[in-house]
C-alpha cells in the first residue's frame, strides 16, 4: 500500500498558502486601511468600501477557480473545493448533505472569527470573510446559491450552511 494521501493536501491543490494563513496577511494589510478610510469618512462609509472591495475579490477568485475546474463547474466541484477552507483546522465542520443539488453543514469552530476578533477587526470580520460565502460561488458558478442563518462571527452557536444548486432560467437573477 502506498503512504501516498488518497487527496492531496489543499495547499498542494491551490499551489499556495492555506487561506487561513492569507486571510491573516489580508486583514494586516486591510486594518490600516480600514482605519484610515474610517477616521476620514466615517464608520458607515468605511464598511461599506470594504464590504465592496471584498466581495469584488470574492467574486473574481470564484472566476479563477471556475477557469481552473477541469469538465466545468457543479456543486460537486464546489464541494471539493471546502477542503481548502478547512485546511490548517480552520474550520471544524459536520456535514449534513452533500448532493449534486445541495450541500449543507454547521461550522462549529471558526478560525477566522477567532483571528479576526484577536486582530481587533471582530467588528468587520463578516465583511472580511463571511460575505465572500455568499459572493464566491456567484463568480464559480452562478447557480450556487447559499442561505445561512447564523455565524459565528457575529456571536451565534455556530455557523449553518445551506448551498443549492439550481439551473438559473434566462432573465433570471
Avoid at 474550520?91 to 454547521?106: N, P, Q, R
Wanted: aromatic content about 8%; charged content about 25%; glycine content about 8%.
Amino acid at each position: 500500500m502506498s503512504d501516498k494521501p488518497l487527496h492531496p493536501p489543499a495547499s498542494a491543490i491551490e499551489g499556495e498558502i492555506g487561506i487561513l494563513a492569507r486571510r491573516r496577511i489580508e486583514a494586516g494589510v486591510i486594518a490600516p486601511i480600514y482605519q484610515e478610510i474610517r477616521a476620514r469618512l466615517g464608520e458607515e462609509v468605511a464598511r461599506s468600501i470594504i464590504d465592496s472591495a471584498i466581495s469584488k475579490a470574492a467574486v473574481e477568485a470564484g472566476q479563477t477557480f471556475a477557469a481552473k475546474t477541469p469538465g466545468g463547474t457543479s456543486l460537486r466541484t464546489f464541494q471539493e473545493l471546502q477542503q481548502l477552507w478547512t485546511q490548517d483546522d480552520a474550520l471544524i465542520i459536520s456535514v449534513g448533505k452533500a448532493t449534486d443539488e445541495e450541500f449543507h453543514y454547521t461550522v462549529h469552530r471558526c478560525r477566522y472569527a477567532e483571528m479576526y476578533r484577536e486582530m481587533g477587526l471582530g467588528e468587520i470580520g463578516h465583511l472580511l470573510s463571511c460575505n465572500r460565502d455568499y459572493m464566491f460561488p456567484k463568480g464559480y458558478d452562478e447557480n450556487i446559491e447559499l442561505e445561512r442563518t447564523q455565524t459565528l462571527m457575529e456571536g451565534a452557536s455556530c455557523c449553518d450552511f445551506k448551498y443549492r444548486y439550481g439551473k438559473k432560467q434566462e432573465g433570471q437573477q
